[in-house]
């Protein structure tokens, strides 16, 4: 097991820059969607979307922190996890909002509202309780991890495709409500297919190690799921945003998570198999639960 923390994933530099290409793709596809009546539904009705913020930004990672401490996995996978908790919500929970028939202007405003605090939220969560954990800090002490560089990394990934993305809508909303119901089914396939690029490349690598991460990788994102419901739940909105948020909580950004480990972590083993895994995973838990709840009546 000690040796997984310093497995090396074969992910090269051409592989890396498609990653950086396909994640701003996906958030400028993201960006088409948001138009300013989004800004007056949060003054109108701030409620549900600041639910959401804060299961997303402040229950999710401190329960993660509280699950890695209970369960004490090996370092390097804790750390995955705390990149996967520190990350904003997928744009395919959006799909998966739509399929739970949950409420889907809900979740693209999350989404957006995620996105745009994930360039501040994102490193410091991940800083905070990657320190916070002596193991987990003792990995970041090795690696030298410059938080202003993680700021940057993440503002060029999300803030600028963001700005673009919602200049063109403001200029042109023909043109951009056209290109976002391109873009958002491609950007997903672009994004699998890296996800299933990385595997095939190091199938050894995850033969021999899935093992170690499987139990956990679904766990946690279960725990992230009934996070979100139970934060809708106590708060007594309707069964439409309970599930909205309990997906919007449960499928995260792990493109992201795996484009942070491999610029700054060079793709340190426990942390790109777990995210990697739930990249996978989460695909598969969200449209199992939005299935399901489909065919659920409203309780």
Known sequence: MQQLDNVQI?????????LNVALGLVMFGVALGISLNDFKTLIKQP??????????????PFVTFLFVILIKPQPSIALGMMMVA???????????????????????????FAT?????????????????YQPTAQILK??????????KLVILILGIPLILGMLLRFKNETLAIKLSKLLKPLSIVIFIAIVIVAFTKN????????SHVLLIGVSHNILAIIIGFLVARMFKLSFKNQKTLAIETGIQNSGLGL?????FFD????????????????????????????NKKEV
Do not use: R
């Open 10 to 18: 074969n992910f090269d530099t051409n592989t890396l820059w498609v």
């Open 47 to 60: 409620k549900p979307i600041l639910l959401g913020l804060l299961s997303q930004f402040v229950l999710l």
């Open 86 to 112: 520190a990350c904003p919500g997928g744009n395919i929970s959006n799909f998966m909002s739509h399929l739970a028939k949950g409420n889907s202007a809900l979740s693209v405003s999350l989404t957006a």
């Open 116 to 132: 745009f605090l994930a360039m501040i939220m994102t490193p410091f969560n991940f800083q905070l309780y990657g320190n916070l």
């Open 142 to 151: 090795t690696i030298q991890l410059d938080p202003f560089e993680l700021v």
């Open 203 to 210: 199938i050894e690598i995850f033969n021999k190690y899935i």
């Open 259 to 263: 484009l942070l480990i491999f610029t």
């Open 267 to 294: 793709g340190v083993g426990g942390m790109s198999i777990l995210v990697a895994f739930w990249g996978i995973w989460h695909i598969v838990s969200g449209l199992l639960l939005a299935g399901y709840w489909s």
